[in-house]
């Protein structure tokens, strides 16, 4: 599908323009059909949760702002995906907020990719595997950077669930 770059935009470029405002406006704005509103419902309760859980000193307040940052990311993402193609499909999203966790994406290790990742590309998992990502983008969340991945192998005539 062509909405990647659309999702690139949403995902890498504070609104500059007033378009860039309006478009935000105008996913703020969607409504969504069950199945993402049950999981943008899913995501808020896991945040809610990590806060709960640092208020009862059960969390470490770095590890609840990457929480966090992959909570709102995924929620903005998945939003923007069902805006885009106006779809209730929930695709499987990986946001990663350390650099220790592109091993859930390749498993062994990112050599095989090229130095930098271009949005909307797809790549492969490992240097010869079947299953593939799709790159969404980068941003910045409290100094942090943050990277989303879509899988995308079912694009490609693979099976629709990853196999591990």
């Known amino acids: 599908m062509l909405i990647a770059p659309f999702i690139v935009i949403l995902l890498t470029l504070q609104p500059q323009l007033d378009r860039g405002g309006q478009v935000k406006d105008e996913i703020s704005k969607w409504k969504p059909g069950p199945k993402v509103s049950q999981e943008l ?33 995924a929620m903005e993402a998945l939003k923007a995906w069902s805006f885009a193609n106006h779809s209730d499909e929930v695709p499987r999203l990986v946001v990663v907020v350390d650099p220790d966790e592109f091993l859930q994406v390749f498993p062994r290790g990112i050599k095989h990719l090229p130095g930098n990742l271009v949005a909307g590309e797809i790549y492969p998992a490992t240097s010869q595997g079947p299953k593939q990502w799709q790159y969404l983008g980068e941003r910045r969340i409290t100094g942090m950077r943050v990277a989303v991945f879509r899988y995308a192998s079912e694009e490609m005539g693979s099976p629709t669930q990853p196999q591990d």
Do not use: N
């Open 41 to 73: 419902a899913r995501l808020d309760r896991d945040g809610r949760q990590m806060y709960s859980l640092f208020r009862d000193g059960k969390l470490a307040q770095l590890r609840l702002m990457r929480e966090l940052a992959r909570v709102k990311t």
